[in-house]
């Protein structure tokens, strides 16, 4: 069974760091895509940052591009996300999911494009 826990969330100042992880299991983790998604209250789930299963391509939600840094350890079966300068804007679950097939453009920055999502981890900034 495929199983996808994040970490590290919890409440920050504005202006401060926190780094997410999601740690994979029951499947081949270096022949999926990683993704971070983040909903906030009565908000849509919305696209964060993406990773190809090589690591050589990776998307960014333009609200977030110079601030967030996506990365993954195939041999750790765990992807990160790295958040920097954190406004209260940020603040929402964030999830991670892993997608198999074609990676591009569309598939890496939709919720569609994933099969397997993680429970979420709150992440609050508070001003």
């Known amino acids: 069974q495929v199983q996808l826990v994040e970490s590290g969330g919890g409440l920050v100042q504005a202006g401060g760091s926190l780094r997410l992880s999601c740690a994979a299991s029951?499947?081949?983790?270096?022949?999926?895509?990683m993704g971070w998604f983040r909903q906030a209250p009565g908000k849509e789930r919305e696209f964060v940052a993406a990773?190809?299963?090589?690591?050589?391509?990776?998307y960014y939600a333009d609200s977030v591009k110079g601030r967030f840094l996506i990365s993954r350890d195939n041999a750790k079966n765990t992807a990160y996300l790295q958040m920097n300068s954190l406004n209260p804007e940020d603040t929402a679950v964030y999830y991670c999911?892993?997608?198999?097939?074609?990676?591009?453009?569309?598939?890496?920055?939709?919720?569609?494009?994933?099969?397997?999502w993680g429970q979420g981890t709150q992440v609050t900034v508070s001003s």
């Open positions: 990773i190809s299963r090589s690591a050589g391509t990776t």
């Open positions: 029951g499947l081949p983790f270096s022949m999926y895509a």
């Open positions: 999911a892993a997608g198999f097939g074609a990676y591009t453009s569309t598939t890496s920055t939709h919720p569609g494009g994933y099969g397997y």
